[in-house]
Every structure is written in C-alpha cells, then in structure tokens.
C-alpha cells in the first residue's frame, strides 16, 4: 500500500506533479475554492501552515495531519444531497481529482497512494468507533480499477474489509455468514462496479487495455476469512467462482492447512506472515535510510559550497577595503600586533556584514561560534559525531532561526536540536 504525502517548503516533501504548463498560484486559492485531491489538499495545508511556532510538532504527526486534512474535505460529503448525477459517467469529482495531475504511470501512482490513505483513515476511524463505543462495524469496498484485460467476475476481484480482529477471533460461528456477505457483495456490487467503471472510461475514450498484461484468476482457498494484514483490522477477501463458497460450507471441515490466497503482483504482500513482513519492513527501512544518507551527503556538499561563497566575498571585500591610517604609536589603545602571515585570517562570518550570522540584537557571536567546546561536548554527548561537520556549517552559515528546519532536515531527532538551541540562549 502506498503513502501519500503532500510537499511543503522547508520540510523535504515535494508537491503534487502537476501537467505541463500549470504552475501552483504564488498564494492558495480560496477556502470556498480549494477541490479535494493531491493539489487541493496541499494548497489547504499552505493556507493552515506547519506550526511554525511549535517546532517539529507537524513533522513528527505529519500522517496525523494528513488523516486531518482528508476529513477537511469530506465532512459533510454524506449529506450534501449530491448522490447522483444528472446523465451518464463518473462524478465531477473524479475529473476534478485528475485534472490538475500529470499523466500517465505517474499521475496514476500519486491517485493511487491517495485513495489507499484513504482507505487507512476510514480504517482508523471504524477501529475507534468499535473501540470506543463498543459496537461492531464492517466495511467492505470494491475498486472499479482493475489489471489491464482482466475480466470483470468475481474470481478475480478482491473486496479490502474492515472487520474488528476481536469480534472475529471470538465467534467463529460467524466466519461462514461472513464469508457469504462479501463473496454475495463481490457478486452483486463488485462486478457491476467494475463494468460501470469500464463503460463510462470509454465515454472518455479512455484506452483500458495494454499489451502483455492481463488479471490473474484467484487461488481457491478453503478459508472462509482470510487472515488480517498482521498488527491491522485490514482483510482482504479475495472473491470465489460464483456457487464455490457454498460448496465450501457444504462440505466437512478439513484439518489441513488452508491455502494462501495468491493474487497478482500488486496485492502479493497481503498475504505474508509477520515473519516476511518484518523483513520487507527491514528493507525498505534500510531502502529509506540510504536515500537520507544521500539527500545528507548532498546538503552537506551545497553547505559547504556557501560557505566558500562566503568566504570569497569576505576575501574579495578586504582587498577592496582601503587601508586603515596607521595610529602613531603615543595614541594607540592597543599593543602592537605581529601581522599573521600566510593570508588573510580565517573567515568568521560574524566579521561579515552580509552573513546572516552577523551581530544581532539578541545574540553574541563569542557565545555561539561553531569551534566552542560546547558544541564538541554536546555532539560527542549526543552521538552526532557523523553530522558533526554539517551541524557546524549550518551554525557558521543560517541565521539561527533557520537553524531548527535545517538540522531536521539532517535528520537529527527535535529534542535533541531543541537542546542545541537552549546551549546557545
């Protein structure tokens, strides 16, 4: 299942792709304006902000946010009296959803991402209904997408459902029933939602096949509900030859191990155990942590850019400077100095009146200086020796107030910069 997220400056999400020649308007549009989708709602999240003022609260609940976002945009969907539509085809809502996006394989994996975070907030709020109300709920939904030239029966459709692991685990009695409910609702729903959705992709003139890909027919399995996607109330029911459920419950119980659904590629990891979950979750961690690695070893290289940038504006502004007048020697505040040789002093971007470090009002350069042994101890104490160079460089090169955002774009956890900031006040 994949994760939709929504891009925003400054904390290393991307926006939505969007089609050739639209470009995201310099302020979000209207409340009234804003259209539900990828681009609708990160123009609503540019108008709600990041929580600027409580630093690395919307990181750290961004899928939270997120969840927060979506119900912006449907609350009220149920009774706004809009169920139907006055001729032929999708909803005006699916046009509005893709109109904005790029095209093609791309557009599609964003659609996609949104529609299953979707569904895991719909989850999430059923698992709280059941849990804090003590009632039972059951959800079953149909995707009127399939494979391209799959055919649209039931043996090749799949219902996800949310059903409570606890009312499941503690009355098999109803497991059958259940069974019935969704091979009757992949049957009577899933195939004319399928055809439906077939029939009005072709009003579009919407191209609905492609060579050398087809559906695959669903293993038959003696298992009358499937086992949830582990730690999850996710089931997938993976919909039977119409008339083989009932000469399933007509026939004795077997003691055998049931079969494992085999559905096609996409939906492959739903049937796993928790064993080859952890695995993939192992890998795509690692997958995760070598991508940061590398987004890290790239801001580091443009930090370290700015500051020669920096450094040869402070060199250039020097030999440009004019000589001072040489103070006779009865007048001189200070004793002489022995000139250093070898070049200029070391940059100090404080001696700079262009560097964002600069003397301010609230603020002593000799008290935050990137060399203070404060800021060695506090790395070695903190176990950032690997971030040691790039935290000194953003402290020699932002303004401290930019400090919080790029040391969390390094990854450093916010507690630990939040004690970084307090080294410093």
Do not use: C
Request: hydrophobic fraction near 40%.
């Amino acid at each position: 299942m994949a994760t939709f997220t929504w891009g925003l400056p400054g904390i290393s999400l991307d926006p939505p792709p969007l089609r050739d020649g639209q470009v995201f308007p310099a302020f979000p549009p209207a409340w009234n304006r804003l259209v539900f989708g990828p681009v609708g709602l990160y123009e609503l999240r540019r108008k709600l902000g990041v929580h600027a003022a409580e630093p690395g609260v919307f990181q750290r609940y961004r899928h939270r946010f997120l969840t927060a976002d979506i119900a912006w945009f449907a609350a009220g969907a149920s009774t706004d009296g809009q169920h139907r539509i006055g001729q032929p085809g999708f909803f005006p809502a699916l046009e509005l959803l893709r109109r904005p996006l790029v095209t093609g394989p791309e557009g599609s994996q964003v659609r996609r991402a949104l529609s299953d975070q979707m569904q895991v907030a719909l989850w999430d709020m059923a698992t709280t209904w059941d849990r804090a109300f003590g009632g039972t709920t059951m959800i079953m939904h149909i995707d009127g997408t399939t494979r391209p030239n799959t055919p649209a029966e039931p043996q090749y459709l799949r219902a996800p459902t949310y059903l409570p692991p606890a009312f499941v685990a503690a009355h098999p009695d109803s497991h059958a029933p259940i069974a019935r409910i969704v091979q009757t609702f992949i049957e009577a729903v899933g195939v004319p939602t399928v055809e439906q959705w077939r029939l009005n992709a072709q009003r579009l003139n919407w191209s609905l096949t492609q060579a050398g890909m087809s559906g695959s027919v669903n293993t038959p399995s003696n298992q009358l509900i499937p086992p949830p996607r582990p730690n999850s109330s996710l089931y997938h029911f993976f919909g039977r030859h119409p008339g083989t459920l009932d000469t399933l419950l007509a026939s004795p119980p077997s003691s055998s191990r049931p079969a494992i659904l085999i559905d096609d590629d996409d939906d492959y990891d739903n049937n796993l155990d928790e064993t080859s979950f952890a695995l993939m979750d192992l890998l795509e961690r690692a997958s995760y942590a070598e991508e940061q690695a590398a987004q890290r070893l790239i801001r580091i290289n443009e930090l370290e850019e700015q500051v020669n940038v920096l450094s040869n504006q402070v060199n250039a502004a020097r030999r440009a400077a004019p000589s001072a007048p040489t103070t006779p020697a009865r007048l001189r505040a200070t004793p002489q100095r022995t000139p250093q040789r070898g070049g200029p002093p070391p940059y100090s971007p404080s001696a700079n009146p262009r560097s964002p470090l600069a003397l301010s009002p609230d603020r002593s350069r000799a008290e935050i200086s990137p060399g203070d042994d404060r800021l060695d101890t506090f790395i070695e104490v903190h176990g950032l020796g690997d971030h040691a160079v790039a935290i000194k460089l953003v402290i020699r090169v932002f303004s401290p107030v930019k400090w919080y955002e790029e040391l969390a774009n390094l990854g450093i956890p916010a507690a630990v910069i939040s004690s970084l900031l307090d080294l410093y006040h």
